[in-house]
Structures are given as C-alpha cells and as structure tokens.
C-alpha cells in the first residue's frame, strides 16, 4: 500500500543561522528510514511519465522500488545505467520543472522527491560500495572531447564504455568544469564531484588539464593525432555585463570571476593563496541560481550586507524556489523591481555606490514574461563597496575563432543538430557551448546523444 501522505518527507537542513558561517553542505540527504518512507509514495503509474522529463531518461519508477524495497545497491546500479553523475544530478537538477513536475503525485499535493531518492542512492554507493571497475576492451578507435564539465564527461564516460580510448582536454588546473568553479561546495561538495571523475579514469578515460584547445593545440591538431572524431564541451564560461558608465570601477566582479576565486580556489580557506574581495556591503545584478550563488558566497565570507537586485518581480525570477528560500533564510536581500544604471566610485577609482532605477511590468516579452519598464525619476542610489554581475554568460569565442568550417549562431553559440553534429565533419558539440548557460542536466543530456553519435558515426566509416 503506497504511502499517500500529501506532503514529501522534509529533508534535513543546516539551520541559516549556523551555515551563514560556513561552506559545508547545507543540504543534510535523507537516512534510509526516510529514504524508504519517501519511495512508498510513488504510484509506479504504468505509464511513467517521470521518465519523459528526465534529459538522461533514469528509469525512475524502477530505483524508487528498489529504495522501497531497501535496495540500495540495485537502485543504484539502475541510476547509473543512463546518468554517469548522480550524486551531482541529486543535488543540482531542477528536479521540480523536471521529472517531478510529471510526477502523477504532484496532481494532489507534492510530487514524489525523486532528486532526493537519487542522492541518497548515490550517496549511499560512494559510502558503502568499494566497486571493481572492469577497463571495458579496446575497440581500436580514438576521440578527443573537448572540455571536462557535465557534458564532456558524460560523453567520455558513454565512448568508454563502448571500448573509445577517450582523452578528455581541460583548460583549468581541474577536470569538473562548473561543477568546479561555478556551483559552490555548500550546494555540491567538491569531493563528490571528484569521486565521480576517478569512476571514468578508473574506465580509463584519459584526462588532460591545462590544456587549451584553440591555443595550446587546435581541433586540426587532434585529427592530425590520429583522433577520429571531436567533442566539444567547452561550456559558456565568458560574462555578460551590461555596458553601463562604471562598470570597470574596482570591486566589480563578473559572477564567474567571483565564484572561480572562491569555490575552485578556495579563496574563502584560512591560509588560502587566492586574493578574494572582503566588503562590508555587496550587492548581485541578476536573479538566476548563479546569482543566488554568490549571494550566499559573499555572505559565507563575512559581508554584512548582501542584497540582490533584479529588475523584475519574484513571480519572474528564474532562480530554483529552494535556492531563493535558502538565501532567504540566510538574510539576503531581495531588491526587486529594480535595475541598475550606473555605478559610482570614489576618488580611489573604487566602487561607492550603485545608481539604480525603479521598473514595474509591462506587457510579456518574447520569452513570455512581462516586460520590466523604467519608472520615470524614480532614481536611487545603494550604498555598496562591491558588485557582482550574474546575468548570464556566453561560449568563449576561441575554439569557433581557431576552427575552420565551425558555424555558429549571432550569440556566439556552436550550431549543432539534434545529435549534436557541427557543420564540420566529424566535430560534435553539446551543452552550454551549444545552448549558451542552461543546466547541468541538459548538458549531460547533450553529451550521452553525441556519444550515440559518435559511435554511429565512427562505425559507419
């Protein structure tokens, strides 16, 4: 008998207070009596419409019944079948506009809390399983994947185990991408991310860092060196920023910067050798998760006054609702409504203020929400020592700038078809460098149905 409780059962939560002052995970995962409480809810409906809101198709009703059963191992084993990143996927897909929003639970009351089941799943294999990982044989051929973030490992993870010798080149010191840089440890703990990257050398994905592609080698190069076909993933790592008076001031950050600094080199550590901004008052341009992640960054680094500012109203933000609670409950402040227009320095070329206009809502926009319009003199100025942009980047311009035959759209972004095939033979591409900044989800997605590619293609030839 399914258990048919409205509600999802609570997951446990560093208090605001207490995480405030800390980078650990603010999520605590669920135990295995709530785990199993949680996976009686699901119906197991015959159509499993879960499963068609999932970008890697997890054969979710199946491991929930495992987790009911007490399955762990089994459940996990079903995970991993499709997603190469669970632990990561548990903790940073947007679950509820996802597989949970066709959860048939979630017609009366919550969905089913599918994103939690698979973290504890994940969390409870890298705890109790020390696995073999049997080297799948060689099939003789070679590829080369550009970028080692969400989508480049899980399309080397897929050629491996299909017998692809893969050699993975990343630009930065550290393979993980924005799982690295971007998302912070308090939402993903770094040691997960790194747990899941010894699982694909162990397969013997080979992974090279500080390796530019555009500048220490090309794509010419590694077709010259014997590889037989390329994926590029090398995500949307350069910031957009609004090009307004002020905006070169000192103290301002691009969200990207900001992150790096703190998350991939650990500027927040005592000790740490990486200069990092301490201001008393910081504010955020943007409303996405990726402000929200600085937002709470800047706070766990002791600034008194964190305040997000955005020109369109919560209805609007597109931040996940978990993540705007949290910085909620942590006492960032939301501005809404509001845009900035220029920012002000002080005679030491430093930021001292940020002007700002006042917006209400107009008519919807292309993207379908309403259009934020300026309210005529209702300038005002923030008292701030910091500001930090988060409103969207765009694909580095260096691998289509170094890449003949590589077409791509008036953002910038690679122009791939569905299988991820570029205009030139025998390049792919997927995730962020393709769609510009989405999710890392979708980017997992795009690399698992270039891998298919791949293979057809290489086997054709």
């Known amino acids: 008998m399914p258990n048919m409780s409205l509600k999802k059962v609570e997951m446990p939560v560093q208090d605001g207070e207490v995480r405030r002052n800390n980078f650990d995970e603010v999520t605590l995962g669920y135990t295995k009596e709530m785990a199993m409480e949680e996976a009686e809810r699901c119906l197991h409906c015959p159509t499993k419409p879960c499963i068609s809101g999932c970008p890697v198709s997890v054969n979710i009703p199946d491991f929930i019944e495992q987790v009911k059963l007490g399955e762990f191992e089994k459940a996990y084993q079903i995970i991993h079948q ?24 979630g017609v009366k009351g919550e969905a089913v809390a599918i994103g939690r089941l698979e973290r504890f799943v994940a969390d409870w294999h890298r705890e109790n399983v020390k696995e073999e990982i049997v080297k799948p044989e060689s099939n003789g051929h070679k590829v080369a994947v550009v970028g080692a973030g969400p989508a480049g490992l899980t399309c080397a993870g897929d050629l491996a185990k299909k017998g692809y010798h893969v050699s993975v080149f990343e630009a930065l010191h550290v393979a993980g991408g924005v799982l690295m840089y971007g998302i912070p440890e308090f939402r993903l703990p770094k040691a997960i991310v790194q747990n899941e990257i010894e699982g694909l050398k162990n397969m013997g994905v080979d992974i090279e860092t500080n390796m530019v592609i555009g ?7 590694l077709f010259d060196a014997g590889y037989e076909a390329v994926f590029i993933g090398s995500g949307a790592g350069l910031p957009n920023f609004m090009n307004m008076p002020g905006e070169n001031l000192k103290g301002v950050y691009s969200a990207n910067e900001f992150l790096t600094r703190c998350n991939l080199m650990k500027a927040y550590k005592e000790g740490s050798d990486t200069p990092i901004q301490h201001p008393k008052r910081a504010v955020i341009v943007g409303g996405g998760n990726v402000a929200m992640d600085a937002a709470r960054c800047a706070k ?53 203020g940020m002007e700002c206009v006042k917006m209400e809502l ?89 891998a298919k590619a791949i293979d057809e293609y290489i086997q054709n030839k």
Not at 384 to 400: E, H, K
Request: charged share 30%; aromatic share 2%.
């Open 82 to 105: 499709t997603s190469s990143l669970p632990a990561v996927c548990g903790r940073v897909c947007p679950q509820e506009t996802q597989c949970e929003s066709k959860c048939v639970r």
């Open 215 to 221: 500048r220490s080698e090309s794509v010419d190069d």
């Open 300 to 352: 766990r680094l002791g600034v008194k006054e964190v305040t997000i500012v955005y020109r369109r109203s919560m209805e609007e933000l597109p931040a996940r609702k978990e993540e705007v609670e949290h910085a909620m409950e942590e006492g960032i402040v939301f501005n809404l409504l509001t845009n900035p227009v220029r920012v002000l320095g002080d005679e030491n070329g430093w930021v001292k």
């Open 362 to 450: 107009g008519e919807p926009d292309e993207s379908g929400r309403r259009r934020p319009v300026e309210i005529k003199d209702s300038n005002f100025v923030l008292d701030v020592d910091c500001m930090i942009m988060a409103i969207g980047t765009s694909p580095n311009p260096l691998i289509r700038s170094t890449t003949e035959g590589l077409e791509t759209n008036r953002k910038g972004c690679l122009i791939a078809n569905e299988n991820g095939a570029t205009t030139r033979d025998g390049v792919f591409a997927g995730g962020d460098a393709v769609t510009g900044a989405a999710t890392v989800i979708l980017a997992m997605g795009a690399g698992k149905t270039a």
